[in-house]
């Protein structure tokens, strides 16, 4: 077989050198879950099927950009690409920058924001030119104060189409939004718990009539 002309070998050497490896994401989730346990929340990223739950409840067919919070490594945010949202689409607000960099490299086209993704108005208020179409969360939410995830909850939703979901994952058995706090004001959805995920969770879906 004749050698691959420059080029194509340093583009194959860097698809091998970017490809993703789980126990590579492992590794970087536990440093950064060491370092910083309650902005990290998760000691390893989301699972497979997790992400898929999770991309599952964005529709790809609403036109609109697609604002993921705390999306670490990206198990989520490639869910999203596969279930047909464009990384074009995608707006990714982590605080971490090594992960940020990261991101960068794996979606190339997605917006990364290195932010406080709890101050979701000042991190994508300005990069959000219409209403998004979802918000897909997998900040640790058990956290922060209740009045927190309120606010969270209500910003996320100012900023997005009307009936739009905001997503979350727990791991707790318990929704990270109250059913007496959204009452009135939000229905939510949850999933069958995701076994096959470590530690189990489950998805929260709050939408405001």
């Known amino acids: ?12 050497s860097v698809q091998r050198r970017e490809r993703r490896d ?68 995608l707006v990714l607000v982590e605080f ?14 997605a917006t990364v924001l290195q932010g406080d993704a709890y101050d979701i108005r000042g991190s994508v208020g300005a990069v959000l030119s219409d209403p998004g179409i979802a918000t897909v969360s997998s900040l640790p939410l058990f956290t922060k104060p ?18 739009a979901p905001f997503v979350q994952f727990t791991y707790a058995v318990v929704p990270p939004i109250p059913a007496r706090c959204a009452a009135g004001s939000y229905t939510a959805s949850g999933s069958n718990r995701v076994w096959l995920n470590l530690p189990p969770a489950r998805v929260w879906v709050y939408r405001r009539p």
């Not at 697609?66 to 490639?78: A, K, N, Q, R, W």
């Not at 971490?96 to 086209?109: I, K, S, W």
């Not at 209740?146 to 009936?163: I, K, V």
């Open 1 to 12: 077989m004749p050698p691959l002309p420059r080029s194509s070998a340093k583009a194959s």
């Open 22 to 89: 789980p126990l590579e994401d492992e590794a970087r989730f536990l440093k950064s879950w060491l370092e910083r346990p309650l902005v990290t929340g998760a000691v390893t990223p989301s699972g497979r099927m997790l992400a898929r739950t999770m991309a599952a409840y964005v529709d790809p067919r609403r036109p609109g950009k697609v604002v993921e919070l705390g999306p670490g490594t990206g198990p989520v945010t490639e869910a999203l690409v596969r279930r047909g949202i464009a990384p074009e689409r």
């Open 96 to 109: 971490n920058p090594d992960f940020c960099a990261l991101l960068r490299r794996r979606f190339p086209g």
């Open 146 to 163: 209740l009045a927190h995830r309120l606010d969270l909850l209500n910003t996320a939703h100012d900023l997005m189409q009307p009936g």
